[in-house]
């Protein structure tokens, strides 16, 4: 569905949609998974034919724990970094091209969950086994904020009090 502009504002071409396009464009939704690789996506008609299409991209809230939780949770929600040195994101059994030093969201120790609160999305290219280059948006995090609207069955999210 478009959506335009009562009136023509910028000028009298009835062939250039953009134009005439009022661009809505929705929050990108929460990550599919609170560990590891995987998706959000949006609504958006800001293209050339004033259209609602649906955008994903990849994100990663944090790694998910190698079957063991380290003791040394974060006190309170911030950032970390998964390693001191840049690494290959991996998506799909493909390996970006370039490094990146990825920011990832810590645990909230007071019940609430901590998850990303200012994003934005790189664009990243992936080289994959069979040769070919692919081209993806990922989520790259900023901030972090703790807060109480928590998944129910999601304990990745926060840590439980004792």
Partial sequence: MAAYRQEATLGTDASDLSSNCIEQ?????????????????????????????????LCE????????RSDKQAKRCVWTKKSLRAI?????????????????????????CCTPHTTKTIQVEFH??????????????MTCVCHGNCPQDNNAFYRKLS
Wanted: charged share 20%; hydrophobic share 20%.
């Fill in 25 to 57: 464009t929705t929050e990108w939704s929460e990550c599919s998974t609170s560990c590891g690789m995987g998706f959000s996506t949006r609504v958006t008609n800001k293209n050339s034919m004033c259209e609602m299409v649906k955008q994903t991209r």
């Fill in 61 to 68: 809230v944090r790694p998910c724990p190698n079957g063991q």
């Fill in 88 to 112: 290959h994101l991996e998506y799909n059994n493909c390996t970006s091209i370039q490094t990146y030093k990825p920011r990832y969201c810590g645990i909230c120790n007071d019940g609430r």
């Fill in 128 to 141: 994959c086994p069979q040769g070919n280059i692919i081209k993806h948006p990922v989520m790259s995090i």
